[in-house]
């Protein structure tokens, strides 16, 4: 559901334009409402919540769609833990649909995807080992790396049982929200995927903004 | 049970052992490249919760996004390959007579039994306890040194989730019918951890309790014009990656 925000920039506490292909990790604090803006248009923000007080509680994309009985995440949904708790509440969303069916890119899965001399063109899963690797004080490693959130993409899934992959409802300017509703360790790959048609090969900056 | 003798080479298809997993039961077994898992659901209505690894390196594991985004599909059935998130083929479906299993919806838990149907302990039912998914995963995954991070996205065998145009899931009431089967041909070595608990959006009105009986068989030969191996071109590429795997193995074929 398409719902805009009521925060004011010039009232943010932290601002950081991550460039396709950089990862992002912060700590949300309980009641801080993070957004994700789409600067140039569809984007895709690969992105993982744990618990900061406790990581091996993390998103849990089935326990999230199980929940609220619907694959598609947008305004209103409740980001479920592996312990299914709610972690993070999306407040606000100008885009309306965000994936969470189809998982991250890997060098691995682009030889299956793509073709196998793809196989060392840079990945998100590469960012997030990267991110972990060099933020030792989360004490996280490959056990940590699970099923995310592709924010912007847009993969639908038919009756039938069919998953596309469509090219994104996204475009310059939209964003989502999110209220933490714990403290939260977000680590966020800005996907620098060349081969997928659905951001028309082109992978583009991503902004994040924090308020208290 | 039959086993092939120990003088005589299996033949392709030969049924090597066979046993049945009772109701709201979990195990775990290592399946060799080669051999194939039968699953037969007696009563119909039967879910089985699976996860894979690959015994080598535990850090290697089934990845349910990977597997359904690869072969642009939600639903698993035959022809499909269920992959590693390192780009490796653990198991081919090489037969199925349900046509669409699910790997989107988790497992039960304590609190969704509690809900759902209400709790019954060990102490008070004995064997007719109502054991859950998550716990189950949680006591195979520990005696391998694994924990509640190592639970990806599981499968669900002999269930269904549809999603109409809106999004929303619904479960497929009477999925498997009594005597049907799905067999998993293993590409490569591989950690196979399983429970029979309900369905996690099982809409039956009681805790269901259905027996799975499960037969390893010796595979055939993967040849050239491999049903799997052609689903997809995906899937070529997906077996490709294995034969590099496997290259040197003394018992590659």
């Known amino acids: 559901m398409i719902k805009e925000s009521e925060l004011k920039i010039e009232q943010a506490v932290y601002r950081e334009i991550v460039p396709a292909g950089e990862y992002f990790i912060k700590v949300l604090k309980q009641g801080q409402t993070l957004r994700i803006l789409d600067l140039e248009g569809n984007q895709a923000a690969d992105t993982l919540f744990y618990n900061a007080n406790d990581p091996a509680e993390r998103y849990s994309a089935m326990d999230t769609i199980r929940e609220q009985g619907n694959v598609y995440l947008s305004t209103g949904s409740k980001l479920v833990s592996n312990e299914n708790n709610t972690m993070l509440e999306i407040t606000a969303d100008t885009c309306g649909r965000h994936d969470t069916l189809g998982g991250a890119c890997a060098t691995e899965s682009n030889t299956v995807r793509y073709a196998l001399d793809k196989k060392c063109m840079h990945a998100c899963r590469d960012s997030w080992m990267l991110a972990i690797a060099e933020n030792e004080q989360y004490g996280m490693s490959k056990r940590d790396i699970t099923h995310n959130i592709n924010f912007f993409m847009n993969v639908p899934v038919t009756e039938e049982g069919g998953l596309t992959f469509e090219d994104g409802i996204s475009a310059s300017g939209k964003y989502v929200e999110l209220n933490a509703h714990m403290d939260t360790i977000v680590l966020l790959s800005n996907c620098p995927q060349l081969n997928n048609p659905c951001n028309a090969y082109n992978p583009t900056p991503v902004e994040m903004i924090i308020w208290d | ?253």
């Not at chain 2, 698993?76 to 992959?83: A, E, F, I, M, P």
């Not at chain 2, 199925?96 to 299993?101: K, P, T």
């Not at chain 2, 989730?161 to 498997?176: F, L």
């Open chain 2, 1 to 253: 049970m039959t086993k092939a003798s120990a003088d005589s080479a299996p033949t392709a298809g030969e049924i090597l052992y066979e046993d049945i997993i009772s109701p709201a039961c979990h195990w775990s077994l290592r399946m060799r490249k080669g051999t194939s898992l039968k699953l037969i659901d007696v009563e119909g209505g039967a879910n089985v919760g699976m996860l894979f690894y690959n015994p080598e390196n535990l850090l290697e594991r089934y990845n349910a996004p990977d597997t359904l985004k690869a072969q642009h599909t939600f639903k698993l059935t035959k022809g499909n390959c269920l992959y590693s998130d390192m780009g490796r083929i653990f198991c081919s479906i090489v037969e199925d007579s349900v046509g669409w299993h699910d790997t989107v919806s988790g497992n039960l838990t304590k609190k969704l039994v509690e809900k759902k149907w209400g709790q019954k302990s060990y102490q008070e039912a004995r064997n007719e306890w109502t054991q859950n998914g998550y716990n189950s995963f949680l006591v195979e995954l520990a005696k391998y040194g694994l924990g509640k991070k190592d639970m990806a996205a599981n499968l669900n065998l002999f269930s269904a989730v549809g999603v109409d145009e809106k999004g929303n899931m619904k479960y497929k009431e009477d999925n498997s019918k009594p005597g049907d089967s799905i067999e998993l041909r293993f590409e490569m070595d591989t950690l196979v951890l399983l429970h029979t608990c309900p369905h996690p959006m099982d809409t039956a009105k009681e805790y269901p309790r259905k027996p799975v009986k499960y037969q390893i068989k010796q595979a055939g030969s993967v040849y050239e014009d491999d049903y799997c191996k052609n689903y997809r071109d995906e899937n070529t590429r997906g077996f490709r990656n294995n034969e590099i795997y496997h290259l040197g193995s003394c018992c590659n074929d």
